[in-house]
């Protein structure tokens, strides 16, 4: 079974400048999630996705952070316009949402630095 | 709201000697707890999981937790350490909405 997938895996730009990360879940995943690791830190959620409906964004810089999962399989998030405090590594994660208590599965990452 | 506490940034021990994780949580209720590891450039692994029954968990790589309601701990073991397990370390809580909150981490390094 093949795992999540994120691209690019690594992206430098300049503050201001706009950038988009792509992933996609494991089949069949219902559930999505977009989370910030900033160095240092653990995970931070952004948001999740239910299908192709956001369950929960509360935790999602709006001004200037987006996030759509169009036709409920992949999912893309944006950040325009960058600032420097938004370097760190994206992760995507899926669930099956199949059970009261799910496993959510990681991948690999994207690493943005914005300088 | 559920936070959950690492007290150890970093921690290094020997190769073969015993190790403990520590990971201490913050819930009203039962909650679901979960430890994952990350190597350096990679996602999060999962390692186990604890949501009800037997309070020792066996997890994948020889790796086990105990789930300790009194003192809200949830702490990571293993008998005897590998080389490969040099990586880091996060504790999760899920307490509703099927959202986790991780502790920022305790990087591991293994000495040879």
């Known amino acids: 079974e093949a795992g999540v997938a994120q691209s690019p895996r690594y992206k430098i730009i300049e503050k201001r400048q706009s950038v988009a990360f792509w992933c996609n879940p494991i089949?069949?995943?219902?559930?999505l999630y977009w989370y910030q690791q900033i160095l240092g830190q653990g995970p931070k959620l952004l948001i999740q996705?239910?299908?192709?409906?956001?369950?929960?964004d509360s935790q999602l810089p709006k001004d200037r952070f987006s996030a759509e999962r169009l036709k409920g399989v992949d999912s893309t998030l944006k950040i325009q316009p960058a600032k420097l405090e938004d370097s760190a590594v994206y992760l995507c994660?899926?669930?099956?949402?199949?059970?009261?208590?799910?496993?959510?599965?990681f991948g690999p990452g994207t690493r943005l630095l914005v300088l | 709201a559920q936070s959950v506490t690492q007290p150890d940034i970093h921690i290094t021990v020997s190769e073969g000697a015993s190790l403990e994780l520590r990971c201490n949580y913050s819930?009203?209720?039962?909650?679901?707890l979960f430890w994952y590891v990350q190597s350096p450039g990679q996602g999060l692994q999962l390692l186990l999981k604890?949501?009800?029954?037997?309070?020792l968990v066996q997890g994948i790589k020889g790796f086990e937790a105990e789930f300790k309601r009194s003192q809200s701990s949830f702490n990571l073991r293993k008998p005897s350490v590998h080389w490969s397990d040099a990586a880091e370390y996060f504790c999760?809580?899920?307490?509703?909405?099927?959202?986790?909150?991780f502790g920022k981490g305790t990087k591991l390094s293994v000495i040879p």
């Open positions: 994660a899926s669930s099956p949402r199949t059970e009261a208590q799910e496993t959510q599965y």
């Open positions: 819930y009203g209720a039962t909650p679901y």
């Open positions: 089949s069949g995943h219902a559930t």
């Open positions: 999760a809580v899920e307490a509703g909405s099927y959202q986790l909150t």
């Open positions: 996705f239910q299908n192709n409906g956001v369950v929960d």
């Open positions: 604890y949501f009800s029954g037997d309070t």
